[in-house]
Every structure is written in structure tokens, then in C-alpha cells.
């Protein structure tokens, strides 16, 4: 079978084996450290628009009076206006034991006395038009229930969405490098491997081979290395990769657990070394072509 | 006979030293057989490069197969190469192929399928005598067998025009004499044959040569018959 344009007699006028150097071995590390950079990156793509999309579609009224009486009947008009706004989804209010719950870490039992006046909380969902009238819903909010306070969780979620983004244009710019160390490898590799088969090339040369034959030998050879080095070095990304999630999933965060790795990404991952074989293959021959078109 | 090489005041210097071959103008006819000679350091290996498409020349004209191949693009060189053998003084046979695969190598150049050349390839092993040896690699053969195969392989392709440098200068008279015969065997089928050589005795061996002779870089063609151009009352009493 001719692969990457070379039959088995052609290939057998370059000698070595795989893994003969240490190009399939760079390639490798090249490849877990671009993987990982990778579903960093498409990790902190997917959580962003994920945080941006839900996380930003919650607000949070909080009613703060002493007076408990005041507090639910405020509480009850925030809730009943609300739930008859358009673009609001869901209206939920906190219950007592909720509220308690979420506070018992950082008071204690002790702290949490029965007496100890507690806001009364409501969580609204809103539709993406809900989101766009989040102004009227506030205005028409303070009518009904003068001491509501209104907390968007968009406010606190868009510096960290913003991060999130940095880091996944980091990764990406990571990517990005590791793609030219790669060409760079290959150009090195490429540059070695005609130094070590000048006689071979030289006969061929004489003998009437045109640049892209003898190019063929050196491109099949550099992107099966480039490959099979990928494939590796994907293998190891992968394992990391896996390990990682296990433990984010652990932590039982819901904004840590908001980045994982959609199933494109995957695929992205998974298509990195044959795009590694095909980078390798096109720099190899343009390397070689160009090198020999410097010769008669 | 129509010139299939023709040099006109070709000068070769290497860097800017003075130069190895100066003022060449000589004319090669087609199916003609030549002897070059001349003294260690005469330039003979030079101009045998320029023949071979090795090596552009300083300056002057030269045409093969009716084309300026001075000016010639470097992409149509190729074409060009495939219809000229090559011996080489030091073999270049590729040390880690088989004898069979080294002299196979210019069909699979010229994209002979791999069913086509193996009669061709075996053949060409008899004949050199290596019918035995044909998967023994290079390091392995003495060095009369290594220039058979390197012989073998130039003349595989049924090249129009062979250059050969030293060709006999390790084997014995014997094996010299044969592959003469073959040369000129090739040389009746309508190849032009250009021998380089110290053997003074090679000289006298085909009968229909012309030897051009070459000394400190000057081509000497006391006959005229290489002068190009060609002398106005040069006629037929010169071969070719």
C-alpha cells in the first residue's frame, strides 16, 4: 500500500527504523503539553459560555427588615409580582431551613439561635428577554416591596467569565506556540535527515529524481514519526485529562464542575495527532524542497 | 551524425580561484565513443560533471540533446538526467540498498512498475556477473563488484548518453575488457559513450573512439574531428 506517496522499495532507501531519533519522542511531549493546553482551553471556552448563559440568567431579591412580620408580607408581594413579570421563569423563595444550611458553616449551630433575624431571599430564573427587562422588573420590584434588593448574579459572574475567557486565550495562545516548536522540530528533523542521506540524495538527484520524489521519502517518514509521537503524547494528555475531572467532580463545586470538556472537544483532542502527522508532513516537504532547490 | 553535446568557450572556475577548465568548444556526435584523458588534475572529472548536469559552468555555452541546458530551468534538469548513465569514480552505490535495488534504482526513478524491472534488473546482474550477489549490499562486495553494479546500474536504463570516470580502475583486465564490450555493445545500439581514463592501453580497444585529451583545463583535438565549430573543410575522413 503507497502510504503518503511512498512504496516499500522507495522506503527503503532511507534505512532507519522508527523511533530511530528523538524526533518521535519531542513530538510526544509536544503533543501532551498541546493537548493539555488544548482542553484547558476548550474546558474554559465551554465554562464560560456555560456560566455566561446560566449562572447569568439568576438573580437574587433579598428583603432585609427586623420586623418578620413586614419581612414575609414584603417577601410574599415581591414573590406574587415576580412570578407575573414576562421573562421571568422561576420563583422561588428560600425556605428557613435552607437559609440556615447555607449559613451553618460559617456560624455554627450555636450562631443559628431562632431569634437571629435572617433576610428573606427569593431566587428568580430569567428568560434571555427576562434578562433584557431586568430593568422594569426592578423598578416595578421597589413599588411592591420598597426594602427588596436585587442582586444580579451577572454583576459578580462577568469579572470571573472574563477570566475565564484570559485563561482559555492563554491556552489557545499556548497552542499556538507549541504548533510552531512543533514545525520548528520538524524543520530541525527534516534538515538532520537530509545532513545524514546527502550521498542517497545526491545518487538520486543525478540519476534524475525530480524534488518532490525525494521530498516523498523524507514527508511519509518525518509524519509517521509526527504520529505516532502524537498518539503517544496524546495517550498521556488523555490519562491526565481524566484524572483531573475525577477530582474537580469531588470538589462538588457547581462553578468548578461548570468547566468540563463538551464532546467536541474531544473530538478536537482526539483529531490532534493526525493534525500533528499532517503539520509535520506539509513542513517536511517544504523544508526538503526548499533545501534542495538551493542545489543544481 | 547530429551533435548531442556541444561546448562553446566554456570556462569553470571553483570560487575565485583561476579556472579548471578554460576556452572549451568541442562538439560530441550522436552514437559517437570517447575516450577522455589526460593527466591526473587535467579536469577531467569537472567536465565530465558538466556532461553529467553536476556542475553549470562559469561561463560559455552548452547544449545536450539540442537544448542550452546553461539556461536551462532547474525543474526541466531532471528530464534531462534520466537520459544520461553515470559511472562514478568512487561507485556512490547507496551503501545500505541491495546490489539488485541499487541497480534497480533509475527504473524506479523513472516510475518503471516494480513487476516490469525485475527481468531487466536480473539480466543486467548476469551479465555483470553478480547474478549471485544480487542481494549482497555494497560493503559487503569486493570492489571490482562494486563498480560492476555501479556499471550495471548506469547502463540499465538504456541512457543516450553514458559518462563513465575511471570505469576499469578496479577490476581486472578481464572484467575491463567485458565491460568495454559492453560499452560498445551500447554504443552500437546508439548510445554515445564518454570514457574517462588513465588506461592508455583502454585506448586502443574500440576501434571506432575518438580520444579527446586534456591538459591543465585546455582540450587538445589535434585531429579536429571534436572542434566546434566545426572547421569549414572538416569532412568525412573524421570520425564521427
Redesign the interface.
Given at each position: 500500500m503507497m502510504m503518503f506517496g511512498a512504496s516499500k522499495a522507495d522506503r527503503r532507501l532511507l534505512p532507519e527504523g522508527r523511533l530511530a531519533g528523538p524526533m518521535p519522542w519531542v513530538i510526544a511531549i509536544m503533543m501532551f503539553l498541546t493537548a493539555l493546553a488544548a482542553a484547558g482551553g476548550l474546558a474554559m471556552e465551554s465554562a464560560a459560555a456555560r456560566l455566561g448563559a446560566d449562572l447569568g440568567r439568576q438573580v437574587t431579591v433579598q428583603i432585609v427588615l427586623a420586623d418578620p412580620a413586614k419581612r414575609d408580607q414584603e417577601a410574599d408581594a415581591a414573590r406574587q409580582l415576580l412570578a407575573r413579570q414576562q421573562g421571568v421563569t422561576e420563583v422561588r423563595r428560600i425556605g428557613n431551613d435552607e437559609m440556615q444550611a447555607l449559613l451553618r458553616p460559617w456560624l455554627g449551630d450555636a450562631g443559628l439561635e431562632r431569634d437571629l433575624p435572617l433576610p428573606a431571599m427569593i431566587d428568580v430564573s430569567l428568560s434571555r428577554a427576562g434578562r433584557d427587562r431586568l430593568g422594569a422588573i426592578t423598578n416595578a420590584l421597589r413599588t411592591a416591596a420598597p426594602h427588596a434588593r436585587l442582586d444580579d448574579h451577572a454583576s459578580w459572574l462577568a469579572p470571573l467569565v472574563s477570566l475565564i475567557r484570559a485563561l482559555g486565550l492563554l491556552a489557545g495562545g499556548i497552542v499556538a506556540l507549541m504548533v510552531g516548536a512543533t514545525a520548528a522540530a520538524v524543520v530541525l528533523a527534516a534538515r538532520t535527515a537530509l545532513n545524514t542521506h546527502r550521498q542517497t540524495i545526491d545518487v538520486m538527484h543525478l540519476m534524475g529524481a525530480t524534488d518532490v520524489q525525494i521530498a516523498r521519502l523524507f514527508q511519509r517518514r518525518i509524519a509517521l514519526d509526527a504520529l505516532f509521537g502524537g498518539v503517544l503524547g496524546l495517550v498521556g494528555a488523555v490519562g491526565v485529562i481524566l484524572l483531573l475531572g475525577e477530582r474537580m467532580r469531588e470538589i462538588g463545586s457547581e462553578l468548578v464542575g461548570s468547566i468540563a470538556l463538551p464532546w467536541t472537544a474531544w473530538i478536537v483532542l482526539l483529531a490532534l495527532p493526525l493534525l500533528a502527522g499532517v503539520l509535520a508532513l506539509t513542513v517536511a516537504r517544504i523544508t526538503v524542497q526548499r533545501a534542495l532547490g538551493r542545489t543544481l | 551524425m547530429a551533435g548531442i553535446v556541444q561546448f562553446e568557450n566554456v570556462g569553470l572556475r571553483y570560487g575565485t580561484g583561476a579556472e579548471t577548465l578554460s576556452d572549451l568548444s568541442f562538439s560530441l556526435a550522436q552514437g559517437g565513443f570517447y575516450f577522455l584523458t589526460g593527466p591526473s588534475g587535467a579536469g577531467k572529472t569537472s567536465l565530465l560533471k558538466m556532461l553529467?548536469?553536476?556542475?553549470?559552468p562559469s561561463r560559455g555555452s552548452i547544449r545536450l540533446f539540442g537544448e542550452d541546458v546553461v539556461q536551462l530551468r532547474?525543474?526541466r534538469?531532471?528530464?534531462?538526467?534520466?537520459r544520461i548513465g553515470?559511472v562514478f569514480q568512487d561507485f556512490?552505490l547507496?551503501p545500505?540498498?541491495s546490489a539488485f535495488?541499487n541497480i534497480?534504482?533509475?527504473l524506479?526513478?523513472?516510475g518503471v512498475d516494480?513487476r516490469d524491472l525485475v527481468t531487466p534488473v536480473r539480466e543486467m546482474l548476469a551479465w555483470v556477473g553478480l547474478a549471485d550477489r544480487a542481494s549482497a549490499r555494497p560493503p559487503t562486495l569486493s570492489g571490482g563488484e562494486q563498480q560492476r553494479v555501479a556499471i550495471a546500474r548506469a547502463v540499465i536504463g538504456r541512457p543516450e548518453m553514458l559518462v563513465a570516470d575511471e570505469p576499469t580502475g578496479n577490476v581486472d583486465p578481464e572484467m575491463a575488457a567485458r565491460l568495454l564490450h559492453l560499452f560498445d555493445a551500447l554504443n552500437t545500439l546508439g548510445t554515445t559513450i564518454i570514457v574517462a581514463t588513465h588506461d592508455i592501453h583502454l585506448l586502443s580497444r574500440v576501434a571506432s573512439a575518438n580520444v579527446m585529451r586534456l591538459d591543465r583545463g585546455q582540450l587538445q583535438d589535434p585531429t579536429g574531428a571534436l572542434r566546434y565549430p566545426p572547421r569549414p573543410d572538416f569532412g568525412q575522413e573524421a570520425r564521427p
Amino acid at each position: 500500500m503507497m502510504m503518503f506517496g511512498a512504496s516499500k522499495a522507495d522506503r527503503r532507501l532511507l534505512p532507519e527504523g522508527r523511533l530511530a531519533g528523538p524526533m518521535p519522542w519531542v513530538i510526544a511531549i509536544m503533543m501532551f503539553l498541546t493537548a493539555l493546553a488544548a482542553a484547558g482551553g476548550l474546558a474554559m471556552e465551554s465554562a464560560a459560555a456555560r456560566l455566561g448563559a446560566d449562572l447569568g440568567r439568576q438573580v437574587t431579591v433579598q428583603i432585609v427588615l427586623a420586623d418578620p412580620a413586614k419581612r414575609d408580607q414584603e417577601a410574599d408581594a415581591a414573590r406574587q409580582l415576580l412570578a407575573r413579570q414576562q421573562g421571568v421563569t422561576e420563583v422561588r423563595r428560600i425556605g428557613n431551613d435552607e437559609m440556615q444550611a447555607l449559613l451553618r458553616p460559617w456560624l455554627g449551630d450555636a450562631g443559628l439561635e431562632r431569634d437571629l433575624p435572617l433576610p428573606a431571599m427569593i431566587d428568580v430564573s430569567l428568560s434571555r428577554a427576562g434578562r433584557d427587562r431586568l430593568g422594569a422588573i426592578t423598578n416595578a420590584l421597589r413599588t411592591a416591596a420598597p426594602h427588596a434588593r436585587l442582586d444580579d448574579h451577572a454583576s459578580w459572574l462577568a469579572p470571573l467569565v472574563s477570566l475565564i475567557r484570559a485563561l482559555g486565550l492563554l491556552a489557545g495562545g499556548i497552542v499556538a506556540l507549541m504548533v510552531g516548536a512543533t514545525a520548528a522540530a520538524v524543520v530541525l528533523a527534516a534538515r538532520t535527515a537530509l545532513n545524514t542521506h546527502r550521498q542517497t540524495i545526491d545518487v538520486m538527484h543525478l540519476m534524475g529524481a525530480t524534488d518532490v520524489q525525494i521530498a516523498r521519502l523524507f514527508q511519509r517518514r518525518i509524519a509517521l514519526d509526527a504520529l505516532f509521537g502524537g498518539v503517544l503524547g496524546l495517550v498521556g494528555a488523555v490519562g491526565v485529562i481524566l484524572l483531573l475531572g475525577e477530582r474537580m467532580r469531588e470538589i462538588g463545586s457547581e462553578l468548578v464542575g461548570s468547566i468540563a470538556l463538551p464532546w467536541t472537544a474531544w473530538i478536537v483532542l482526539l483529531a490532534l495527532p493526525l493534525l500533528a502527522g499532517v503539520l509535520a508532513l506539509t513542513v517536511a516537504r517544504i523544508t526538503v524542497q526548499r533545501a534542495l532547490g538551493r542545489t543544481l | 551524425m547530429a551533435g548531442i553535446v556541444q561546448f562553446e568557450n566554456v570556462g569553470l572556475r571553483y570560487g575565485t580561484g583561476a579556472e579548471t577548465l578554460s576556452d572549451l568548444s568541442f562538439s560530441l556526435a550522436q552514437g559517437g565513443f570517447y575516450f577522455l584523458t589526460g593527466p591526473s588534475g587535467a579536469g577531467k572529472t569537472s567536465l565530465l560533471k558538466m556532461l553529467y548536469l553536476a556542475q553549470r559552468p562559469s561561463r560559455g555555452s552548452i547544449r545536450l540533446f539540442g537544448e542550452d541546458v546553461v539556461q536551462l530551468r532547474r525543474t526541466r534538469l531532471p528530464g534531462f538526467r534520466r537520459r544520461i548513465g553515470m559511472v562514478f569514480q568512487d561507485f556512490r552505490l547507496i551503501p545500505h540498498l541491495s546490489a539488485f535495488d541499487n541497480i534497480a534504482l533509475p527504473l524506479r526513478i523513472a516510475g518503471v512498475d516494480e513487476r516490469d524491472l525485475v527481468t531487466p534488473v536480473r539480466e543486467m546482474l548476469a551479465w555483470v556477473g553478480l547474478a549471485d550477489r544480487a542481494s549482497a549490499r555494497p560493503p559487503t562486495l569486493s570492489g571490482g563488484e562494486q563498480q560492476r553494479v555501479a556499471i550495471a546500474r548506469a547502463v540499465i536504463g538504456r541512457p543516450e548518453m553514458l559518462v563513465a570516470d575511471e570505469p576499469t580502475g578496479n577490476v581486472d583486465p578481464e572484467m575491463a575488457a567485458r565491460l568495454l564490450h559492453l560499452f560498445d555493445a551500447l554504443n552500437t545500439l546508439g548510445t554515445t559513450i564518454i570514457v574517462a581514463t588513465h588506461d592508455i592501453h583502454l585506448l586502443s580497444r574500440v576501434a571506432s573512439a575518438n580520444v579527446m585529451r586534456l591538459d591543465r583545463g585546455q582540450l587538445q583535438d589535434p585531429t579536429g574531428a571534436l572542434r566546434y565549430p566545426p572547421r569549414p573543410d572538416f569532412g568525412q575522413e573524421a570520425r564521427p
